[in-house]
Every structure is written in C-alpha cells, then in structure tokens.
C-alpha cells in the first residue's frame, strides 16, 4: 500500500523542529494537512481563513495555544507532533519563524532561511546577508552535497520493521530483531532527534560495548560542564582522582579525592583530570564514521561498504587520516549536529564525504574513511589544504588542530586544564 507523507519544517533563529505525517489515506492526510496549516493561514477581513501562509510569522501565544490543542487532540495517532511542543515553548515575543512544506530542507536552503530570519529580526539588509553566506560557501555548495543531520527530528531507514535491513550487518527479521530504539547519533551525547530504523539490535548492542563508549568518555567534560542531558539526565564525572558536576552557569565543580592532587595557590596551573576509563582512539574515529553512516540516504550505503566494515572491526586500519577539531564558540549547539558533504565531481583529489561534527562548542572535522569513490592513497592521507581551498566555509573557523586517531589501544585518558588557581576571599 502506498503511504502519503507530508513534511513540515518550522525554523526559527532560536529553535527548529521538523515531523512528517503518514498515512496509507492520502484524503485523511490532506484533510488534517488542511485542518493543521489553517492555524497559521492569513485571515480576511471576518476572520476566517484564507488558505495561505506569508512567511514569516511571528510568536503570537493565540497561535501557540491553537497549536497545543491540535497536538492534544492528534498526537495519538501522529506522535511525532510532540516535537512542535518545545519549539513553540522556546519561542519568545518578537521571534519569527518560518513554515515550509513538502519541500527537502538542504543546507543552503536552511542558511538561506537563517540570513533572512536574522536581517528580518534585525532589520538588517538580507540581500548583504544572504551575500555573505553564499560568499562563505561558495566553494563548498560548488563542489559538495551539503545536509545537515540533528536540528530536526528525523527517522532515517525503514519505518516498517519487516522489511528493515541492518545497515551495518545486512541482516533482516526473523534473523535479527529490531526491537530496541536505535539512535543515529549516542543518546548518551544529548540525542534525542534522530533514530535509525535500520540498525538491528544485535549492533546496537555491540556498538554500546565496543566502540562508542570511547568518544562518550572522550567528550564527557564538554557534556557536564553544559548540562547536555545524555541518556538518564546530567550526570556527574567520576574520574581517578577526582569528580566533577556542573556549577552555576558553564562553570564545572572539581572535587579531588586527595589533597596531593589538588593544586595549590601559586602551583603552574596545571591541573591534570585523570579519568578512569581508557580510551581507543580509533573507536572515536569509527563512532564518528558510524554517526554518518545512519544518517545518510539509503543511496549512499553503497559508497560506503568498506567503510562499515571498518566499523565492524573487519577491516584494521594501521594509519588513517587526520582528524581536526576546534572549539568555537560561536558555533554552539545545544543538540549535537552533524553537517555532511559528498563530493558532486569527480575530483578524485578531493575526498568523497566530509564530515562536521558539532558538541557543544567542540567540533571534528573529517572524512570517512574507506569510500570506494576514494582512492587507497586518499583513504590513508588527506591533504587538507586542498580540501579547505574546495570548502570554503572551513575558513570561517580558526584554530583547527589535527590529530591522529589510528591508534587502536586503550589508553589512559587525561585532560590538562591551564588554569588561574584563586584563593576565595
Ligand atoms: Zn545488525
């Protein structure tokens, strides 16, 4: 049987949610596509509605209680509605936001809504803006696919359990089950957007065993110290010698179980947070890799075979290449975002897909590894400098660093803090 969908995006400078509707009754979906838009269609002059939406609309609180209600009364049978919830309880007086429908919501399309939500709300000039984005991102729209992947809620993979193949083992019911919620990027990390139907259970499980645990670990400082809600609520770090929970605003609380580690007024500001975990980084690298994999279309699995095994631990890796990452603050989220590209040409100079990953003001930057649209020598190295000339908009961020993750034992994971010791007045 046929499903009818319709998409929804709502996006603001503030928030965005998007939730699609389906139904095997392509009249039930119009007709409650119908009811659902008329809350926000322009009305004439006896109030009644006119069956259009001029974007922008801007917080009115009738708008948002008509909106409450509807959820009220369907989200039973859509619970994807519920999202709509903490995007209009987000939005504030003054705040404009902008409905699109049935439309693919790409990166330059959601660049091209924020430049013109940001000069509406500022009344700034949005030709200068919308300019000065596409000016930034010039190169990368060129030469890449551009998606993003976490702002919006999203399933990717097959809604219907039966004919669910695991993308990363290729098996299907009553081989594997599908029973468990897997999340296309670590709930641990603060996902609660995107799910991946097509992961079976038994990988699911694996991967919580075996690799994601490290990046987990890898960025728990970032997490507590912005209260990013993982999997159970905030959670406090309890290292080797010492632990430490959020404080006021983004300041971190560190209690040191010995005097000896603790550092004293006039010390070299050194402070060294021994975790008690291990870390591998090569289980970053793949969990990163893995992050992609379930985000993107079904198309692209193909390109990817090698790169899945890898995950899988089929194929070892001796020297793989660099991993940048920044911290930048202006680019802060407080839900994990990953930004992809895939090359449009075939440039074999350039690497296939190109990753951002975004966690709180943290950020990676790389390729996954093992695309047979690579070459052997490309999957190994990456020259980096041809490939920000080839994606403009990387020059926006200063202060990239490169590492190497290859390693693949587990290693004492500490963290250094330069820091000014004051004593309390
Ligand atoms: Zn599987």
Redesign the pocket.
Known sequence: METHKTTFHFKSLVASEGFKLESTNKRNNDLFTAEFLEIFSNKDEEDKATGTISNPLSYDVNIKNKVFDFIDRNSSKFPSLNGLTSFFNKLEEGNLYVIIFNIELTAELSLYLSSHLKAWENDEDVNKLVKEDMDLFGTTFENYRTRIAGDFRKAVGNPIRKQRV?R??N?SMPK?TFKKKAHAISEALGNKNIVLYD??D??NERFGKTIEGDIITYLELFRTIYGIKGKGGKKKIKGKNFEASKGEGNQIEIKFFSLDDRPKVGDDYNIKLEFDKKVTHQNIYKTLTKFFISVIDDSELPNFEDSINWINGKINAKELPLVGEAINYDTFVHHPRLLYFLRKSDDTNLPYAVCQFFYTCKMFLFVVPFSSKDSVELNRKIDWKHTFKSLSHLDKYKGWGFYNHSNNTPRTFTISLNTDIKTEE
């Open positions: 695991c990363f083992c098996e594997v992961e079976c038994k990988c």
